[in-house]
């Protein structure tokens, strides 16, 4: 049933997929962390359209699915007159939606600071851009390193939607080589170790950030 | 079950009981027989033997992390002795016999045991998702198996004994930390155990409300039958309960006697450099 | 206008509604059996829903419904297309469900469980009696946001040609070609399937912090 050969003849092709899906996770996973901080600074506005914006944007993509989202952009777009590639397409899709969850993750650091750590920001007569990078970011977003790698490996995982507007990533390889032989035990097989094995293991490093962390 | 009788007060646990040795040849409530327990490297019980009368009144003092919780939390089933046994109203608690062998008990049996044992706890660890009267109730009906209405009344007639009684529709976190501590009590009493163990019941309590606590439990200390394990700080309050107190140190008992003997005529220096920073305030 | 394709959805989202019920329904059977497994005293156990729950955490949903559909049938396995979608889905929510049932089983203070033995409660007692009740409340905000996700696996189901809201829209698409107007609806019709979900969690998420606890 398992045909070894056919295993080691489709491998390399997969393995050679693997750089698209790699660097469309990282494009992607900078995309969100920008637009996810950008998002819970517009949140925390005093300008009250720019926060409802904010609020709203983060609860309807949150709500609907990627692939919706993928399609959205990559056939929509175009008759606005932007054309993306898939790969551009992808990420962007793929950074937007992590975006909203990685709003809540800086959201969740900064509200872990205490109060204190303003009001000695305005005694120091900090301005606000000065309270935000000094002293607010440095230390909410130190914590909250290992949630963010944890949404890395999401990211990471959630890659093969992105063979749904066409990129030539691991899945999309693994499709393609399927349909020619009509085999797709071997092809699916491989990606899901690979992902299971790439995933699971960099969950163990986070893992063990996380305990190293705690213990600072 | 055919037990030997024991005299209580083994001579060999103790070297200060002098006059205070009452040798009574009823048959213990509760006996710890060479009772150790270590975690990891750490022992905190060292061969620790202890026999407690029907209805006696055992009050345990003695220096933080001494292991006065750990010895009562052997006798509820919360943590299991590293040697030793302990026999509660003469049978086994953590250990049965199986085809004349004695091996480690199995739920079955700790639950027919247990059921002689009750215990107020530091923190109360009332159930939050349940009424007052729920929380009373709760054991007697499904531990018991009495009828809804017998548990209800059982369960009311206590809350009213600890004073409570027009708290029964509340839940926990409606209550102040005294009134949370009776009932904790009274969801204790309410199973009738013949054994009832008190660990700091009121340290955790702001000082104005500690009072009431040990107030309620000298009540219930006055009708006798119960016997009791107290654990306490409050030196006055085991003075005034306590037919005999232990002085704890280091997993040992060091000290026991009269609660008149022990604090008037402390004889080993651990036990008067103890005392001796209560008396100051 | 965009209102005369909105009946070209109704049957698409019958499909996206049944496939997230169903799915859910398992999912939380799922849930329970393999949070509690993780918590079991006996080693096998343990090891079998640790297994489980890794394997179905460590891949995506997608590669589970491609592998599910595409690569069983070499094993004779030949499941139709709505089966394929609602295993894939049941098996991929209940491992996530897993680590809530887990996660807040094991939040419920210890103090709970002794009072419970104190009380002489059996096993069977301690966990349906006092722990099950306390965890559950705080498990339900968790369960929701995960019925959300559910909705949102659902349109994978599309490409395996299973005829769900997506798979609607992409069809209809292909044949009027009216992208902004389509994906668009599309989009806002998730947004309101998944409302009395965010709603609720967040109702629920009040009255816990002002509630009793
Ligand atoms: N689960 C445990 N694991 C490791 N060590 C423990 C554990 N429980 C208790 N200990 C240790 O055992 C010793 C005795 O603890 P125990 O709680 O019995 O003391 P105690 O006399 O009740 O003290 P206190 O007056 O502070 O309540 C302490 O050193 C404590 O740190
Ligand atoms: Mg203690």
Same mark, same amino acid.
């Given at each position: 049933?398992?045909?070894?050969?056919?295993?080691?003849?489709?491998?390399?092709?997969? +393995?050679?997929?693997?750089?698209?899906?790699? /660097?469309?996770?990282?494009?992607?996973?900078?995309?969100? +962390?920008?637009?996810?901080?950008?998002?819970?600074?517009?949140?925390? *506005?005093?300008?009250?359209?720019?926060?409802?914006?904010?609020?709203?944007?983060?609860?309807?993509?949150? /709500?609907?699915?990627?692939?919706?989202?993928?399609?959205?952009?990559?056939?929509?777009?175009?008759?606005?007159?932007? *054309? +993306? *590639?898939?790969?551009?397409?992808?990420?962007?899709?793929?950074?937007?939606?992590?975006?909203?969850?990685?709003?809540?993750?800086?959201?969740?650091?900064?509200? =872990?600071?205490?109060?204190?750590?303003?009001?000695?920001?305005?005694?120091?007569?900090?301005?606000?851009?000065?309270?935000?990078?000094?002293?607010?970011?440095?230390?909410?977003?130190?914590?909250?390193?290992?949630?963010?790698?944890?949404?890395?490996?999401?990211?990471?995982?959630?890659?093969?939607? +992105?063979?749904?507007?066409?990129?030539?990533?691991?899945?999309?390889?693994?499709?393609?080589?399927? *349909?020619? =032989?009509?085999?797709?035990?071997?092809?699916?097989?491989?990606?899901?170790?690979?992902?299971?094995?790439?995933?699971? =293991?960099?969950?163990?490093?986070?893992?063990?950030?996380?305990?190293?962390?705690?213990?600072? | 079950?055919?037990?030997?009788?024991?005299?209580?007060?083994?001579?060999?646990?103790?070297?200060?009981?002098?006059?205070?040795?009452?040798?009574?040849?009823?048959?213990?409530?509760?006996?710890?027989?060479?009772?150790?327990?270590?975690?990891?490297?750490?022992?905190?019980?060292?061969?620790?033997?202890?026999?407690?009368?029907?209805?006696?009144?055992?009050?345990?003092?003695?220096?933080?992390?001494?292991?006065?919780?750990?010895?009562?939390?052997?006798?509820?089933?919360?943590? %299991?002795?590293?040697?030793?046994?302990?026999?509660?109203?003469?049978?086994?608690?953590?250990?049965?016999?199986?085809?004349?062998?004695?091996?480690?008990?199995?739920?079955?049996?700790?639950?027919?045991?247990?059921?002689?044992?009750?215990?107020?706890?530091?923190?109360?660890?009332?159930?939050?998702?349940?009424?007052?009267?729920?929380?009373?109730?709760?054991?007697?009906?499904?531990?018991?198996?009495?009828?809804?209405?017998?548990?209800?009344?059982?369960?009311?007639?206590?809350?009213?004994?600890?004073?409570?009684?027009?708290?029964?529709?509340?839940?926990?976190?409606?209550?102040?930390?005294?009134?949370?501590?009776?009932?904790?009590?009274?969801?204790?009493?309410?199973?009738?155990?013949?054994?009832?163990?008190?660990?700091?019941?009121?340290?955790?309590?702001?000082?104005?409300?500690?009072? %009431?606590?040990?107030?309620?439990?000298?009540?219930?200390?006055?009708?006798?039958?119960?016997?009791?394990?107290?654990?306490?700080?409050?030196?006055?309050?085991?003075?005034?309960?306590?037919?005999?107190?232990?002085?704890?140190?280091?997993?040992?008992?060091?000290?026991?006697?009269?609660?008149?003997?022990?604090?008037?005529?402390? %004889?080993?220096?651990?036990?008067?450099?103890?005392?001796?920073?209560?008396?100051?305030? | 206008?965009?209102?005369?394709?909105?009946?070209?959805?109704?049957? $698409?989202?019958?499909?996206?509604?049944?496939?997230?019920?169903?799915?859910?329904?398992?999912?939380?059977?799922?849930?329970?059996?393999?949070?509690?497994?993780?918590?079991?005293?006996?080693?096998?156990?343990?090891?079998?829903?640790?297994?489980?729950?890794?394997?179905?955490?460590?891949?995506?949903?997608?590669?589970?419904?491609?592998? !599910?559909?595409?690569?069983?049938?070499?094993?004779?396995?030949?499941?139709?297309?709505?089966?394929?979608?609602?295993?894939?889905? #049941?098996?991929?929510?209940?491992?996530? $469900?897993?680590?809530?049932?887990?996660?807040?089983?094991?939040?419920?203070?210890? $103090?709970?469980?002794?009072?419970?033995?104190?009380?002489?409660?059996?096993?069977?007692?301690?966990?349906?009696?006092?722990?099950?009740?306390?965890?559950?409340?705080?498990?339900?905000?968790?369960?929701?946001?995960?019925? !959300?996700?559910?909705?949102?696996?659902?349109?994978?189901?599309?490409?395996?040609?299973?005829?769900?809201?997506?798979?609607?829209?992409?069809?209809?698409?292909?044949?009027?070609?009216?992208?902004?107007?389509?994906?668009?609806?599309?989009?806002?019709?998730?947004?309101? !399937? #998944?409302?009395?979900?965010?709603?609720?969690?967040?109702?629920?998420?009040?009255?816990?912090?002002?509630?009793?606890?």
């Amino acid at each position: 049933m398992w045909n070894w050969d056919y295993t080691l003849l489709i491998l390399p092709q997969i +393995l050679e997929a693997l750089k698209i899906t790699v /660097s469309a996770t990282f494009v992607a996973f900078a995309v969100a +962390l920008v637009v996810g901080l950008i998002l819970t600074l517009a949140r925390r *506005s005093d300008f009250k359209p720019l926060s409802l914006f904010a609020q709203g944007f983060i609860e309807f993509v949150r /709500s609907t699915p990627l692939l919706v989202q993928l399609y959205f952009i990559f056939y929509v777009l175009p008759e606005h007159g932007l *054309s +993306l *590639s898939p790969f551009i397409a992808g990420v962007m899709g793929l950074g937007l939606h992590y975006s909203t969850y990685l709003s809540e993750v800086y959201r969740g650091g900064i509200e =872990s600071i205490p109060p204190g750590q303003w009001e000695a920001a305005k005694a120091l007569n900090f301005t606000p851009l000065e309270t935000w990078r000094k002293i607010i970011l440095p230390q909410s977003i130190p914590p909250v390193i290992p949630v963010m790698g944890n949404y890395l490996i999401t990211m990471f995982k959630e890659t093969p939607v +992105l063979s749904a507007i066409t990129l030539v990533e691991i899945m999309q390889t693994a499709k393609m080589l399927g *349909s020619h =032989s009509f085999r797709y035990l071997e092809a699916f097989t491989i990606v899901g170790v690979l992902f299971l094995v790439l995933s699971y =293991s960099s969950s163990l490093m986070v893992r063990r950030l996380e305990v190293r962390l705690n213990l600072r | 079950m055919s037990v030997p009788l024991k005299v209580i007060y083994n001579e060999e646990s103790t070297k200060s009981i002098g006059n205070d040795l009452r040798k009574v040849a009823v048959q213990p409530i509760v006996n710890y027989s060479n009772i150790s327990k270590s975690y990891g490297d750490l022992q905190v019980l060292r061969n620790i033997d202890l026999d407690i009368a029907p209805g006696e009144k055992v009050a345990l003092i003695g220096p933080s992390g001494s292991g006065k919780t750990t010895l009562a939390r052997l006798l509820m089933t919360l943590e %299991e002795p590293t040697s030793g046994t302990i026999e509660v109203d003469g049978e086994m608690l953590w250990h049965q016999k199986t085809n004349g062998k004695l091996v480690k008990a199995n739920e079955k049996h700790l639950h027919k045991v247990r059921g002689n044992i009750g215990m107020v706890f530091q923190h109360f660890n009332l159930f939050p998702h349940m009424t007052i009267l729920r929380n009373v109730m709760e054991a007697p009906r499904n531990v018991l198996g009495l009828s809804k209405e017998e548990a209800m009344e059982r369960a009311v007639t206590m809350l009213k004994q600890v004073g409570l009684a027009n708290k029964i529709d509340a839940y926990p976190a409606q209550l102040s930390g005294g009134q949370k501590q009776r009932v904790a009590i009274a969801r204790a009493l309410v199973m009738r155990p013949k054994v009832m163990i008190f660990d700091e019941p009121t340290s955790a309590l702001d000082p104005e409300l500690v009072g %009431e606590v040990l107030e309620v439990i000298k009540a219930i200390a006055a009708e006798g039958e119960m016997a009791m394990l107290l654990i306490t700080h409050e030196m006055d309050f085991a003075r005034d309960v306590a037919d005999r107190i232990l002085f704890f140190d280091q997993g040992r008992i060091i000290e026991q006697g009269s609660p008149k003997r022990i604090f008037n005529n402390p %004889e080993s220096e651990r036990l008067q450099t103890f005392l001796s920073r209560f008396n100051r305030h | 206008m965009w209102f005369d394709i909105l009946p070209s959805f109704w049957e $698409g989202a019958k499909i996206t509604i049944q496939l997230t019920l169903f799915s859910a329904v398992i999912a939380f059977f799922l849930a329970f059996l393999a949070g509690f497994g993780r918590l079991s005293k006996i080693k096998a156990v343990r090891f079998l829903a640790a297994t489980y729950v890794e394997i179905f955490r460590g891949t995506s949903l997608f590669v589970q419904l491609f592998w !599910i559909y595409f690569a069983l049938p070499l094993f004779g396995i030949m499941l139709p297309k709505m089966l394929a979608g609602v295993l894939a889905l #049941s098996l991929n929510a209940g491992a996530y $469900g897993s680590e809530i049932v887990r996660s807040t089983i094991i939040s419920v203070p210890k $103090g709970q469980t002794e009072a419970a033995i104190a009380l002489n409660m059996t096993p069977w007692q301690r966990t349906w009696l006092v722990i099950l009740p306390q965890a559950l409340v705080m498990m339900l905000p968790a369960f929701g946001n995960l019925i !959300i996700e559910m909705l949102k696996g659902t349109a994978l189901v599309s490409l395996v040609t299973l005829a769900d809201l997506t798979f609607v829209a992409t069809v209809l698409n292909s044949s009027i070609m009216r992208p902004t107007e389509i994906f668009s609806v599309l989009l806002v019709i998730y947004f309101v !399937i #998944s409302l009395p979900f965010t709603r609720g969690i967040r109702w629920i998420e009040h009255r816990l912090s002002a509630g009793r606890y």
